[in-house]
């Protein structure tokens, strides 16, 4: 492996110089010998030893991404493409600025001081947080956090969220122009205060204003994996006067959708249904599924763009972002 010393003998300097070139501490060094130095490092192939920069920069470059949606046994929240696509533009535009991307689920608050004991972040994203203990226990943090999803207005952190409620409206009065009625709703469980609960009140107020009644028997609450949307079709037949059905996830309308096929249930002809982010599954499936659109990598890059102001010490205009969602018309969805 190469070392900072054989740099320094390849240069002709010090390894003190070398070191101030690598780390940033180069304002005594001329620029004749800052290139030569880099010269050195790209035709030896030195590769910088992370731990032992960030102890003399305190900073790691590396940024935490905390997954804090707490998922049953042998379940995996990475399975949603949803949130693998949003991981994968954070991680993306975080490399193109020099930083690494640490993925970590806890999912109590002292296994997240556990995990900042342990790992040097010098900043934290965080997916799937409400006001309860956990989140007071980040009130302390003094490094930089971003949001993403969540509910929590606070100028302490930035929060990048969607027009989650607009959204489902938008899907459930589709439903309604259609001619549907009888129109139910598919989610995991729906807890105050967070995402799910707001798409599930964007679905009853479009049913409240075009005069459709509410009915709390078609409310289905299921995890989203195969097993669960079997459930959910076992529910759904018991109901064969429903004709709709609003998903508050793609990747669970795509299981429901498999799930009733085994049973005989067609779609649209016998069941129409609407699904909500417009993975790319969203296409694949048959009929191809009607949804509402939200850009996920959009989300992804809006904020490693804040986490890279806080990280810069910039003052922000706003700490909050909710971006737009817009509804992409297929083939599941029948007008009757």
Request: proline share 3%.
């Amino acid at each position: 492996m190469v070392t900072i010393r054989d740099i320094a003998e390849a240069t002709g300097v010090s390894a003190t110089t070398v070191s101030n070139v690598i780390h940033g501490k180069d304002n005594r060094v001329s620029a004749e010998t800052i290139q030569k130095i880099n010269d050195a490092i790209k035709q030896l192939g030195y590769v910088p030893n992370m731990s032992a920069r960030s102890l003399v920069s305190s900073s790691s470059k590396v940024i935490g991404f905390v997954n804090h949606v707490i998922t049953r046994d042998n379940a995996n929240f990475m399975e949603d493409p949803f949130h693998s696509a949003t991981i994968g533009a954070i991680e993306s535009t975080l490399r193109e600025n020099g930083y690494y991307l640490m993925l970590r689920t806890v999912e109590t608050a002292e296994e997240l001081v556990t995990f900042l004991q342990r790992w040097n972040m010098d900043g934290l994203f965080f997916t799937g947080i409400f006001k309860d203990k956990f989140y007071d226990s980040l009130a302390g943090l003094n490094i930089p956090v971003v949001l993403i999803d969540s509910y929590i207005h606070t100028k302490k952190f930035c929060n990048v969220g969607l027009e989650d409620f607009t959204g489902s409206y938008n899907a459930t009065r589709h439903m309604i122009e259609k001619g549907h009625r009888k129109i139910g709703f598919a989610s995991p469980n729906i807890k105050d205060g967070g995402v799910l609960q707001e798409r599930f009140l964007g679905y009853k107020a479009a049913l409240a204003e075009a005069s459709v009644p509410f009915d709390k028997s078609i409310v289905f609450q299921q995890e989203m994996d195969i097993a669960s949307c079997e459930l959910v079709s076992n529910e759904i037949v018991k109901h064969p006067d429903m004709t709709g059905l609003v998903v508050s996830a793609d990747i669970m309308a795509a299981g429901i959708m498999a799930a009733l096929r085994k049973k005989g249930v067609r779609i649209p002809e016998d069941l129409s249904i609407i699904g909500f982010d417009d993975i790319s599954l969203a296409q694949l499936v048959t009929p191809p599924l009607t949804t509402i659109h939200q850009d996920m990598n959009l989300k992804g890059r809006l904020a490693v763009d804040f986490m890279l102001q806080l990280l810069n010490g910039k003052t922000l205009d706003t700490t909050e972002i909710t971006l737009p969602t817009r509804l992409v018309e297929r083939d599941s969805v029948k007008t009757l």
